[in-house]
């Protein structure tokens, strides 16, 4: 099954992480992970503009490594970048002293690009993390889970069916996970830009975290 809206439950046992944001006025978070990946993070860029949308960019390190020239322009744009390891390491498969290192090493590729301003976002790929882990990061990162996850990387489902789903679910204050992946791209093309004219035809704008 695959769950659009993360549950209640599991936002209660989970406090200590960011699952969405207060939801007082008409404002969504949104998110794109894995990138910078070209053509696929400059459609995202180009689409943000569009809309004068601002988003979160949760970084593998090793892609900013590869093309650090787009994850420039993210930040020019007005966008931020933020941590998501620097080889998408499974936090529950991981040692907690190679996964904190990791993070690290990621962190060294977005400082060379933003200049640090306070305190980090770091997002765990697949969405885990050992308690351990979390708190060895705690005092350096807010870690940003989510409350709308796209499913835009599933090949199997058809872009119109995500659509639907993730028009229905979000609301104001929802963080919403994207992907400028490579295998999230043919469902981004249709999603995102009918996402942001939707909401932005409601009075939604879009920040950052
Ligand atoms: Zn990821």
């Not at 990061?137 to 807010?142: D, E, F, L």
């Not at 796209?150 to 963080?175: C, H, M, R, W």
Request: charged content about 20%.
């Amino acid at each position: 099954m695959r769950i659009f809206k993360t549950p209640a439950l599991l936002r209660f046992l989970y406090p200590e992480y960011v699952w969405q944001q207060p939801n007082t006025k008409k404002i969504i978070y949104l998110t794109f992970d894995d990138g910078p990946i070209p053509v696929v993070t400059e459609f995202v860029l180009n689409q943000l503009a569009n809309f004068q949308a601002k988003a979160t960019f949760f970084c593998v390190g090793e892609n900013i490594g590869r093309y650090p020239d787009i994850a420039r322009q993210v930040v020019q744009q007005g966008h931020q970048l933020a941590n998501h390891t620097h080889n998408h390491l499974r936090g529950w498969a991981t040692p907690t002293e190679d996964y904190v290192q990791n993070i690290q090493k990621c962190q060294e590729q977005i400082s060379q690009i933003q200049p640090e301003n306070g305190v980090k976002l770091f997002r765990p790929p697949y969405g885990r993390i050992k308690k351990k882990q979390f708190l060895k990061i705690k005092s350096s990162y807010r870690v940003i889970m989510w409350d709308i996850l796209t499913y835009d990387f599933d090949v199997n489902l058809a872009p119109e069916q995500i659509l639907q789903k993730i028009l229905k679910k979000t609301t104001a204050g929802s963080v919403v996970v994207f992907h400028d992946s490579v295998k999230a791209f043919p469902n981004l093309q249709y999603v995102l830009p009918r996402f942001l004219h939707y909401f932005t035809g409601l009075g939604y704008s879009f920040k950052l975290l």
